[in-house]
């Protein structure tokens, strides 16, 4: 009827208001989330599957803001991406996660491993390169302890300059992880194509493999593969023993999940590292 057309039309129109209003108040509070000193880089740590030592970490920002509290990245980042604050925002993370990492491989481990997340705007950003050379030179990391993990949305525009950019990382010995393996549709011919040196096997792929044989022979075959081009392979979402086990089994060489630990900040990180070094 009219009436119920009218209604549905009104309820749409408010959904999207408020969808709107929400994302308007999330970017405001984002642009000062820097000077407020808001956002936190919490840490997970990423293990070897063989014998279950930490071997290095994703730093993974958190943001808790004074109006709207606790916002999630999955919410903020597209945010920040579309709004060019992924820059500034991007090289806090850099800053923050390098600094740690420095630290922890003159405490504990020399070849600690720091794993950053780069968002397509910030891959493309012509200091990009800049800023991450000056940043590993400033806290004395070897570039082969940093791992820049992109999804395909970083290689979707076929532009030139991002292949020069794979190659120019490439060539300062920075690797690259392939993020989210599995979900898009183009992961194979961008394996082919660039210079990867890890592949990160999605977690709703991981999810399952203990009760859905398909899911357990994608996943053996992700493995195979990122072996047989000489890849490392990480499993994400690991958060099952019986999980750990099968990943184990099929020789996947990295996990990452609950089982082992949330992303926690700092200090907590550090106590983590302390735990496993003490004799
Ligand atoms: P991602 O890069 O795929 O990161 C993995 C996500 O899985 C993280 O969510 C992590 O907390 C979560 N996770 C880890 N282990 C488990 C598990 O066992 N089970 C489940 N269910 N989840 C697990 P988070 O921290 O909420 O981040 C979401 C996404 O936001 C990230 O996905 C990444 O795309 C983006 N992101 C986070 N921090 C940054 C950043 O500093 N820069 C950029 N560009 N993106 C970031
Ligand atoms: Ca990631
Ligand atoms: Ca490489
Ligand atoms: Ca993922």
Known sequence: SKELGRNTYNFFTMQMNQDMNRRLQVE????????????????????????????????????????????????????AEQTGLIVPIGRFVMEQAFTAAAQWQKNYQNNFRIA???????????????????????????????????????????????????????????????????????????LRSYPFDTVKVDKSFINDITVDPGDLELVGAAIAMGHGLN?????????????????????????QGYLFSRPVPLEEFEQILQREHQT
């Open 116 to 190: 950053i997340n780069v968002s397509p705007k910030q891959f493309r950003d012509s200091a990009f390169i800049e800023v991450l050379t000056q940043l590993l030179q400033e806290h004395q990391l070897a570039s082969h302890c940093v791992e820049l993990e992109i999804t395909e949305g970083v290689l979707l525009s076929g532009d030139p300059v991002i292949a020069q950019t794979l190659s120019e990382l490439n060539n300062i010995g920075v690797s690259i992880s392939m993020d989210d393996f599995g979900t898009g549709y183009s992961s194979l011919s961008y």
């Open 28 to 79: 405001e509070q984002l642009r000062s989330a820097l000077q407020r000193q808001e956002l936190e880089v919490y840490f997970q740590p990423l293990v070897d599957i063989r014998d279950r030592k930490t071997i290095g970490a994703e730093a993974l920002l958190r943001w808790d803001n004074v109006k709207l509290g606790k916002v999630t990245p999955d919410e903020f980042i597209p945010i």
């Open 231 to 255: 890849l490392n392979v990480i499993a994400e979402g690991v958060e099952t023993e019986e999980q750990y086990q099968l990943l184990n089994a099929l020789k996947c060489n990295y996990g």
